[in-house]
């Protein structure tokens, strides 16, 4: 959509790489920007600033960050071009030698950039606003208002684990969290908006709790009370860790009002080994348990994985193991991460180095394990109802949506439905593997 500037209003474009944290941090500065009097506008509306706004929790990320500063001095040759996010606190200088970039600004500054860099008047060299990640220790709340169905909402920052793959607790320092009076009102505020559904998010979600280096209040505590702000429909858990999703947290979602049944639970590797050299915080006799905890309460519960391959070390009978383990277990979909070696971390300087062409075989084998998981948990679904929150995603004259535990649905294009709960069967998998239904009735927005 292209949006026009008043004569003589500043234009700036955003970019975001990575997480649904990045994109609700990239929403909350835009709206500063706003507030100053800018106007933001599309990437290729030749706009006069461009904020990109990046990640580095792969190599490919960092490569995508030089890309998109070509793409924007070939957009608008003049316009002024600012670095911010994971990968400018983590090589500030290193981006400050891209050519065409003006300004890097780091995790403690990245909220302050109008106030930083008032005026955007580009100088002969970039200029570098990163302190060291010690200074990022405040909680900047933030939420995405792009999408009318749902918004990302920031919960936590930072984490205080040492994951030994993990470059975030040096992009983004020590763990901290807004307190729950302060996010649900953020949630009060977001419900008087179109917004239908929350996305609690953060580096180390369950981990809410702690403010100024002091655990004051529980992630549990803060769910119980979100499930009472008025005017949102949903709320869902982005990701939660499972030594940190306590029997508590599963059966208040069994029982809540509002919470979805779904969970995303970062796994990893399914070999003991293998989760030792990771550094992780469990085993996996831990996360079956977990697993089985959530299906006995909810059945028809979405859990997704995320899984790691290729990590140093990881032989092919550890790697059968992983495969072995997540075949067996109760789950619906994997988001699975080719290992790569990330600078100033533990396992960059690990022995057991696995082979490009392996890792892509490996990653290759659980993408069609995904696959099968996936069109099993939907078959087990038909048949049944479900709530669906639809959205303005067209297509050859059909829409989508999503329903509370986690099934992508397919339905004839109707603007009335838009933003819209209807209660639903699910009928069939279609060809592009999502489930086609039949309206049963409208679902009144909770109050």
Request: charged content about 25%.
């Amino acid at each position: 959509m292209l949006i026009f500037a008043p004569l003589g209003m500043k234009k700036v474009a955003f970019y975001t790489l990575g997480c649904k944290l990045n994109y609700s941090e990239t929403s909350t500065i835009s709206r500063m920007f706003e507030e100053k009097g800018y106007a933001k506008v599309d990437f290729t509306d030749s706009p006069d600033i461009f904020i990109i706004n990046t990640c580095s929790v792969t190599e490919n990320a960092d490569k995508k960050c030089h890309k998109i500063v070509r793409e924007a001095r070939g957009i608008s040759p003049d316009a002024y071009v600012a670095i911010i996010g994971c990968y400018a606190q983590l090589k500030p200088q290193e981006i400050a030698e891209i050519p065409g970039v003006d300004a890097v600004l780091g995790a403690a500054e990245k909220f302050r950039l109008v106030e930083l860099l008032d005026g955007f008047v580009r100088k002969p060299n970039a200029e570098v606003f990163a302190s060291d990640i010690e200074a990022a220790n405040k909680f900047n709340t933030s939420y995405s208002i792009n999408d009318r169905t749902r918004t990302f909402l920031k919960v936590q920052d930072g984490c205080d684990y040492s994951c030994s793959f993990c470059t975030i607790p040096l992009a983004r320092g020590n763990s901290r969290s807004d307190s729950i009076a302060n996010i649900v009102k953020t949630a009060q505020e977001i419900a008087g908006t179109e917004v239908r559904e929350i996305v609690l998010t953060g580096v180390n979600t369950g981990d809410f709790g702690i403010q100024q280096g002091v655990r004051l209040e529980r992630f549990a505590d803060l769910a119980k009370a979100l499930d009472d702000v008025k005017g949102i429909d949903r709320f869902r858990i982005s990701s939660i860790e499972p030594n940190l999703l306590s029997d508590e947290i599963i059966a208040f979602v069994a029982e809540s009002k509002r919470f979805v049944p779904h969970f995303h639970i970062p796994l990893q590797s399914g070999s003991n080994k293998i989760l030792k050299l990771m550094r992780r915080r469990y085993q996996r006799e831990l996360y079956a348990s977990r697993v089985d905890t959530i299906k006995s309460l909810m059945p028809h519960c979405c859990i997704g994985v995320d899984v790691i391959v290729g990590f140093p070390g990881e032989t092919d009978e550890d790697f059968k193991e992983t495969y072995q383990f997540l075949n067996e277990l109760n789950i619906s979909y994997l988001h699975v991460f080719t290992y790569s070696e990330r600078e100033n971390t533990l396992a960059a300087e690990m022995e057991g180095t696995v082979p490009a062409s392996k890792r892509a075989e490996r990653s290759k084998m659980l993408h069609i394990l995904s696959d099968k998981k996936r069109r099993k948990f939907y078959e087990e679904n038909l048949g049944s109802e479900s709530t669906v929150l639809f959205e303005n995603d067209i297509e050859n004259g059909m829409m989508h949506g999503f329903t509370e535990n986690y099934i992508r649905v397919t339905a004839k294009y109707d603007p009335v439905l838009i933003n819209e709960l209807r209660r639903v069967k699910l009928l069939s998998i279609n060809d592009q593997g999502l489930v086609e239904v039949e309206e049963t009735q409208e679902v009144l927005s909770h109050s």
